[in-house]
T-cell receptor, first 107, second 116 residues
Framework: DAKTTQPNSMESNEEEPVHLPCNHSTISGTDYIHWYRQLPSQGPEYVIHGLTSNVNNRMASLAIAEDRKSSTLILHRATLRDAAVYYCILKNNDMRFGAGTRLTVKP | GAVVSQHPSRVICKSGTSVKIECRSLDFQATTMFWYRQFPKQSLMLMATSNEGSKATYEQGVEKDKFLINHASLTLSTLTVTSAHPEDSSFYIC????????????FGSGTQLSVL
């Protein structure tokens, strides 16, 4: 069973920021929060991960709630190439995916 | 960055035949590999987890005699779909990584299996 909950879909306009939420209320102290995204007919690709502190990389930022029961993936300026299904995963030994959020980016 | 190579990318076979899918980590040693299947418009469903040198751990409902997984080295895992039937048609994806929880996973590009 997936341990994360995400909205089924979200829309964004090109060049605007996007905040993708994820709830993981049953997170344990050692679970890292990972985000991956999948374009059609491709395998998922890594986006970002973190444990407690907010994280930034060239693709996105990850904001983690103080109680770690939720997190938000932030795309600072959405482009058409960011249209994908985004998965939030608690990395442990089984690596199960939830349903993810399908992000649509409008020109 | 690290690359996971998955072959073939697409295979069409007749019902009753067996199909082997390879997953290779090209520039790192993967202690753990995961195999998933994905139906159209659905999420990835974990089939099994394999650690190098040991037997794979299958998810509930996945037939281990039908989906044979071999992880004989730190860079290669194979999934063999034995006696494939049309209902086995799906997108199969492998991922590879290190066991540590703060290590990211790398995914293959997937194999689209069509069984006629």
């Amino acid at each position: 069973d997936a341990k994360t909950t995400q909205p089924n879909s979200m829309e964004s306009n090109e060049e605007e920021p996007v905040h993708l939420p994820c709830n993981h209320s049953t997170i344990s102290g050692t679970d890292y929060i990972h985000w991956y995204r999948q374009l059609p007919s491709q395998g998922p690709e890594y986006v970002i991960h973190g444990l407690t502190s907010n994280v930034n990389n060239r693709m996105a930022s990850l904001a983690i709630a103080e109680d770690r029961k939720s997190s938000t993936l932030i795309l600072h300026r959405a482009t058409l190439r960011d249209a994908a299904v985004y998965y939030c995963i608690l990395k442990n030994n089984d690596m199960r995916f939830g349903a993810g959020t399908r992000l649509t980016v409008k020109p | 960055g690290a690359v996971v190579s998955q072959h073939p990318s697409r295979v069409i076979c007749k019902s009753g035949t067996s199909v082997k899918i390879e997953c290779r980590s090209l520039d790192f040693q993967a202690t753990t590999m995961f195999w998933y299947r994905q139906f159209p418009k659905q999420s990835l469903m974990l089939m099994a987890t394999s650690n190098e040198g040991s037997k794979a751990t299958y998810e509930q409902g996945v037939e281990k005699d039908k989906f044979l997984i071999n992880h004989a080295s730190l860079t290669l895992s194979t999934l063999t779909v034995t006696s494939a039937h049309p209902e086995d048609s799906s997108f199969y994806i492998c991922s590879a990584g290190m066991t540590a929880l703060n290590e990211k996973l790398f995914f293959g590009s997937g194999t689209q299996l069509s069984v006629l």
